[in-house]
């Protein structure tokens, strides 16, 4: 006879794929945000650029942008 409890692995799964597009979507509003805290130094059509990129690249937009901007914020600090 089939037990009519559900398996724990589903369960398990579903929390996980939950958490990482809770990650994801955290990213990517993080991202958005310090992309418009870079208005003054990036170009208009550069930024529109990026913020597509965020979106539709679902991981890796986010993540170039957090290496780009750590690079360019390295720059200007020691140009500063």
Known sequence: MLSAA???LPTTF???ISAALLAWLVAVVIALV???KT???REPMGQ???A???LCLPVIGAV???ISDAAASKVD????
């Open 34 to 36: 310090r992309l418009e």
């Open 39 to 41: 208005k003054g130094r």
């Open 48 to 50: 529109l650029g990026w």
């Open 52 to 54: 597509v990129a965020i």
């Open 14 to 16: 579903e929390w996980v």
């Open 64 to 66: 170039c942008w957090f």
């Open 6 to 8: 559900a398996p724990a």
């Open 77 to 80: 600090d020691d140009a500063a």
